[in-house]
């Protein structure tokens, strides 16, 4: 299946087949050539240690000097749950994570050192003040509410996407609702020094709108969270929703990589690596059909096990061999994302700083070209072209080396090995 993809509003199936070089200029790090790496700054438990956003202040200088460049902030709005994701008054950031003062010089404390704070922004749905559907910050009636919503009362228009049975479904095809979302958005940037959003639950509501906010608020950064069932029989298809969903928004936002940390961890897990290259030789994530839109990933707060911490046990990578799976994402296109636990509670911190010192040395960006050499039972290797060298790349038990002179083996550990020239 080949996938549809829009490139400055002209449709172009060049790129993907390889046909043609990417454009040699772009508009920006969500088109291509982005060196951005982004950390999770939280997980699903972090409101637990109150403030959190004391912990990102006194962990902004490492956050930069590791090499990240983006930071990913669980929602700051007033929540009726402790984790942020059932919003209440969105207009006040006041959280469970601290108070707005809290959060603000959070955030001032990662643009000292260059890093920049992307906001989790919950739009599908939205919690009365004191009951069902007395929205305050901003104030909104039942019109604001999708019909066919849980609640009886609704008198929006029909939702633009899946429901969401724990909140009210908002509508977004209202006026009013555009426009004071896009007014609270521009707020966290001004307000708090918010840099870019990451989109939660975005099957939820039609993609145009997303497009519609960033061409609003224009941030550095976009990512949404569309998360669906994956075949691993059929992965295009699943890729394609991917694909679809990015060409909704206008090109404007990238997406999580769901489609990569599926097979990535099939692979990890069951030896089974040949998963990882698709029909035409490329990567069989999304990463191998528009890899500057896509934000690879091994686990987050939804996903990750429960314990030794963390997340919600979801869809775990395999724990014993989260560094297989860095090995990958940090070598290969796209924009990476680490999450907060593997970095700083599982002790992976140090390893993982290495492969992102390599990535940056090499120059390996979000659309770097990938060989694939060899993806098996045991083992897949890929050669990957940076602006400044060549990375080579091994996962899995199996023996392999890149041949040639001139490589250098820069990091190895268990299952994995790197090499530069």
């Known amino acids: 299946m080949l996938k549809k993809k829009v490139l400055g509003g002209v449709l172009s199936l060049s790129w993907a087949l390889g046909l043609v070089a990417a454009p040699a200029a772009f508009a920006g790090p969500m088109d291509g050539n982005s060196s951005d790496v982004m950390l999770q700054g939280f997980h699903w438990y972090s409101y637990q240690t109150s403030p959190w956003w004391n912990v990102i202040q ?5 956050i930069g000097a590791s090499g990240f460049t983006m930071v990913w902030l ?87 996407g899946d429901g969401y049975s724990a909140a009210r479904d908002l509508d977004h095809t209202n006026a009013t609702v555009q426009s004071d979302l896009k007014n609270w958005m521009n707020g966290l940037k001004s307000n708090i020094g918010y840099d870019g959003w990451r989109y939660d639950y975005v099957k939820g509501f039609n993609g145009s709108y997303v497009g519609n906010y960033n061409t609003a608020t224009v941030p550095y950064f976009s990512v949404g969270e569309l998360w669906t069932d994956l075949n691993l029989s059929n992965p295009d298809a699943h890729r394609q929703q991917l694909m679809n969903w990015i060409d909704a928004t206008g090109g404007k936002s990238t997406a999580f990589d769901f489609t990569t940390k599926g097979l990535l961890q099939q692979a990890v897990q069951y030896n089974e690596f040949s998963r990882l290259k698709d029909s035409a030789g490329k990567p069989a994530g999304a990463i191998g059909w528009w890899p500057a839109k896509s934000v690879t990933f091994i686990d987050n707060h939804d996903t990750g096990p429960s314990s030794p911490s963390g997340g919600q046990n979801h869809w775990p990578f395999p724990s014993d061999k989260v560094m297989q799976g860095y090995a990958y994402i940090l070598t290969h296109p796209g924009v990476p994302c680490v999450y907060w636990v593997h970095f700083y509670d599982w002790g992976h911190g140090p390893a993982i700083k290495t492969l992102m010192s390599i990535r940056k040395s090499k120059g390996v960006h979000s659309s770097s070209a990938v ?51």
């Open 58 to 62: 006194n962990k902004a200088a490492d």
């Open 74 to 160: 669980p929602p700051s709005s007033d929540a009726a749950s402790n984790e942020g994701y059932l919003p209440r008054q969105l207009s006040v950031q006041t959280s469970k994570y601290g108070t707005d003062t809290q959060l603000r010089s959070a955030v001032g404390a990662l643009h000292t050192y260059k890093v920049k704070a992307i906001a989790d922004i919950v739009i599908n749905h939205r919690v009365g003040t004191t009951n069902w559907g007395d929205f305050t910050n901003p104030t909104w009636g039942t019109w604001s509410v999708a019909r066919g919503d849980e609640w009886t009362s609704a008198t929006g228009n029909p939702d633009t």
């Open 371 to 421: 060989s694939i050499q060899v993806a098996d039972s045991s083992r897949y290797a890929a050669l990957i072209t940076g602006t400044n060298g060549t990375v080579a790349m091994k996962i899995g038990p199996g023996t392999w080396s890149p041949s040639g002179t001139g490589w250098t083996l820069a990091t190895s550990g268990t299952n994995y090995a790197v090499w530069t020239k």
